[in-house]
T-cell receptor, first 112, second 113 residues
Framework: GDSVTQMEGPVTLSEEAFLTINCTYT??????LFWYVQYPGEGLQLLLK?????DKGSNKGFEATYRKETTSFHLEKGSVQVSDSAVYFC???????????FGKGTTLSVSS | ETGVTQTPRHLVMGMTNKKSLKCEQH?????MYWYKQSAKKPLELMFV???????ENNSVPSRFSPECPNSSHLFLHLHTLQPEDSALYLC????????????FGNGTRLTVT
């Protein structure tokens, strides 16, 4: 079945460091891909999305490119802030699915 | 009003109690979902409703009973729960079942004693 694999956390960075969180997927067909973020005590918020190969999703300085050849959708940010500390989830929705399939989440901790 | 509202935010219940979780969406979406989020585990899809009809039920124990009276409201009725059911229960909605992203509420933190 379809699945999403994220890098294990936690990821600990200093403010202004470069961030990469790896995400790879297994799916039939051409899924849509998403990154969600969850701040403490809150639900998940959509961060960015891409619906076809080579699409780049971006929001709040975060970017991810849909790479079909490597089945990847890695999340990047050039300069992280303390306020980016949260749990990040990669997810996919395939053409036949009725809901999102999530990875296990990666905790990011940014210190000043 | 925020997009998806869940009540209560926190709930403590004994194993013999009956309680309900409520979710309301103000986005005009056609699909609604219940997810369970436990520590150290991926999010688990529990139920999916589209236009008030259940379209998916992922082998959830019968002690969890969903209800979708209209496209804006979703309930999760709980009875005779177990301590391992303690988790964050998240409600979400989407415009459709195919490509639209899900919009989540802030969840109900459930503790079963």
């Amino acid at each position: 079945g379809d699945s999403v694999t994220q890098m294990e956390g936690p990821v600990t960075l200093s403010e202004e460091a470069f961030l990469t969180i790896n995400c790879t997927y297994t799916a039939t067909g051409y899924p849509s891909l998403f990154w969600y973020v969850q701040y403490p005590g809150e639900g998940l918020q959509l961060l960015l999305k891409a619906t076809k190969a080579d699409d780049k999703g971006s929001n709040k300085g975060f970017e991810a490119t849909y790479r079909k050849e490597t089945t990847s959708f890695h999340l990047e940010k050039g300069s992280v802030q303390v306020s980016d500390s949260a749990v990040y989830f990669c997810a996919l929705r395939d053409q036949a699915g009725t809901a999102l399939i999530f990875g296990k989440g990666t905790t990011l901790s940014v210190s000043s | 009003e925020t997009g998806v509202t869940q009540t209560p935010r926190h709930l403590v219940m004994g194993m013999t109690n009956k309680k309900s979780l409520k979710c309301e969406q103000h986005l005009g979406h056609n699909a609604m979902y219940w997810y369970k989020q436990s520590a150290k585990k991926p999010l688990e899809l529990m139920f999916v409703y589209s236009l008030e009809e259940r379209v998916e039920n992922n082998s959830v124990p019968s002690r969890f009973s969903p209800e979708c009276p209209n496209s804006s409201h979703l309930f999760l009725h709980l009875h005779t729960l177990q301590p391992e059911d303690s988790a964050l229960y998240l409600c979400a909605s989407s415009q459709d079942l195919v490509v639209s992203p899900l919009h989540f509420g802030n969840g109900t933190r459930l503790t079963v004693t």
